[in-house]
């Protein structure tokens, strides 16, 4: 039998609600005073152990409301026996890998200060150091079910000391096939145990997963009324097809992050290229990345140093950045539950944020259904790129940021922005690096090193000297110094003890030269000038 509890106004605290006072001091140090309002409606059943069905629209907060009293229950009156085996007490399933990397982070500052140890289980990286944490012994696992499943086959993984389990987005779960596999783990883990289940919806199957494992459960909703996502504004720009891109490079250019959604992989890697390219870094996010790329480029977003990222659906789910002012969706998407899970990427946590669809005339009749489908109600406005409408949602314009080697898109070196930055000495030695021809390489490290080793003299002009310049002017040889003194044809990366310093692999880098007294600043190809070199745009493949 399911009780439905509708979520009250909040007007209490952490402490008030029962959480432990070491957890309310580290939520404190995450800037988390006060509960949302499915935290304060949750937290007295959770920490009374009792399974919880929690229905909320993406960006509520469901997070923190089963981190909060998974810790508090595992560090109080369940520590014990399954520590002493060395097993795990809590298992969190997550439908993707980027949503388990957040997870985790959220959960573990609070087991930390509990004395409680997290760890991750996805694929798409070596499973040697998950088996490793397993075998040391770990309290809190955050899980993807393939790779779980994979180590449980292995004989690595076990459920059997599990007294929390936590199924995160079932629906999404659902979405991706993921259910059968997911009943195969809880049958794993004890009937004892307490469960929660968090999902926006209960279809596709998640009723079922609720009626076979969860034991007279609660269930929370937030109320439209209460949901932070009632702070989104939805925009609707129809624009003709010769306008699109200049409509779209235009919603990338504000000061503050955005996330652009496109329907394939490929649209979000060459559209992350023609924005940093254009001046405006931006990285990708899609499922053709490793592991490790992904990882790059969602912390080069989330700690500012890029403003654009550029995603598939593989973002919609999980990916939590604070203050994302806006999302665009560059195409519309194929469903309405897409359009409200990557919509649900801004107005988190109570933030404000607004959403803007891009169709075309021959879009509208499928988007105007789809939005109907997602209850939104948004008038489509025709506009160009300079309309504005447009201009009133982007605000004003962030500073060009010129392109540079290994930049955005590849990952190894950071943007490098008109007018300096914070970082002034390393942007000097990138300036450095890029004049004596080292702009193939993707390893700042090793491209500042060089240019240190090789700083070109000044002629009267000011303009670097350097030995190439000397002994080819006039010559139009094209040449551009190489590392360590190696030369090399103009457009080849630099190499070094006969190692080819090009972009990272899978990645590719867009350089920019600037010999015979151009400029590396405009962002703009230059054509030719001084001693017959090509100046504009190169791009090394790694």
């Given amino acids: 039998m399911t009780t439905t509890i509708t979520t009250p106004e909040v007007t209490t605290t952490f402490s008030e609600l029962g959480v432990p006072a070491k957890l309310v001091t580290a ?11 499915i935290q304060a409606d949750t937290l007295p059943d959770t920490l009374a152990g009792r399974d919880v069905l929690g229905r909320g629209k993406t960006g509520s907060g469901k997070t923190l409301a089963f981190a909060i009293p998974l810790v508090a229950r595992l560090a109080g009156e369940l520590a014990g026996g399954g520590r002493r085996k060395g097993l795990p007490l809590g298992l969190v399933l997550a439908p993707t890998r980027e949503l388990a990397t957040q997870i985790a982070a959220t959960i573990t500052p609070l087991a930390s200060a509990s004395g409680l140890t997290v760890t991750t289980i996805f694929g798409g990286v070596s499973q040697r150091p998950q088996e490793t944490a397993l075998r040391n012994g770990v309290d809190i696992v955050v899980a993807c079910p393939g790779r779980l499943e994979d180590l449980m086959n292995q004989g690595i993984a076990s459920l059997e000391a599990i007294e929390i389990t936590v199924i995160d987005e079932a629906d999404h779960m659902a979405d991706l096939g993921f259910l059968p596999v997911v009943t195969k783990i809880l049958n794993k883990t004890p009937e004892s145990g307490q469960r929660l289940l968090f999902s926006a919806t209960l279809d596709n199957g998640v009723d079922k997963l609720v009626k076979r494992f969860l034991h007279d459960e609660v269930m929370h909703s937030v109320d439209e009324a209460n949901s932070p996502v009632a702070a989104m504004t939805h925009h609707l720009f129809e624009v003709d097809a010769e306008e699109k891109n200049l409509l779209v490079r235009r919603l990338a250019s504000g000061v503050g992050r955005r996330i652009l959604f496109t329907r394939t992989k490929h649209q979000a890697k060459k559209l992350a ?51 994302v002012e806006l999302v665009v969706h ?8 897409a359009y409200l899970h990557r919509s ?5 946590a109570g933030s404000e944020g607004d959403v803007a669809t891009v169709m075309l005339a021959s879009q509208r009749r499928d988007t105007l259904t789809l939005l109907r489908k997602a209850a939104i109600m948004v008038q489509p406005q025709q506009v160009t790129a300079s309309s504005d409408a447009v201009d009133q949602l982007v605000g004003p314009y962030a500073p060009h940021v010129a392109p540079v080697a290994g930049g955005p898109g590849s990952g190894n070196e950071l943007p490098q922005q008109r007018g300096g930055g914070s970082s002034q000495g390393a942007n000097a030695r990138r300036k450095r690096a890029s004049r004596d021809g080292l702009a193939g390489s993707g390893a700042h490290g090793a ?6 080793a090789e700083r070109p003299k000044k002629d009267r002009s000011g303009r670097p000297e350097t030995k190439q310049r000397q002994q080819s002017a006039g010559a139009g040889a ?7 003194g190696q030369g090399g044809r103009s457009g080849q990366p630099a190499r070094q003890g006969g190692q080819r310093q ?3 692999r899978g990645g590719s880098a867009v350089a920019w030269s600037s010999t015979g007294g151009g400029s590396m600043q405009t962002g703009q190809p230059a054509g030719r000038s001084g001693g017959g070199q090509r100046r504009g745009p190169r791009r090394a493949q790694g």
């Avoid at 404190?28 to 309002?37: G, T």
């Avoid at 094209?478 to 360590?484: D, K, P, W």
């Fill in 330 to 337: 560059v195409d519309p998407p194929m469903e309405h539950k």
């Fill in 447 to 452: 491209a500042s090193g060089a240019a240190r």
């Fill in 273 to 323: 290229k023609q924005l940093t390219a254009s001046g405006i870094p931006a990285v990708d996010l899609h499922g053709n990345l490793s592991q490790n790329a992904r990882d790059r480029n969602l912390a080069a977003f989330s700690d500012g140093t890029v403003r654009v990222l550029v995603a598939t659906d593989v973002a919609a789910r999980g990916v939590h950045v604070d203050n």
């Fill in 502 to 504: 090009g972009a990272p």
């Fill in 478 to 484: 094209g040449a551009s110094a190489g590392r360590g």
């Fill in 27 to 37: 939520l404190k140090a995450m800037d988390r005073e006060h509960p949302f309002p």
């Fill in 344 to 348: 649900g990427r801004t107005a988190r």
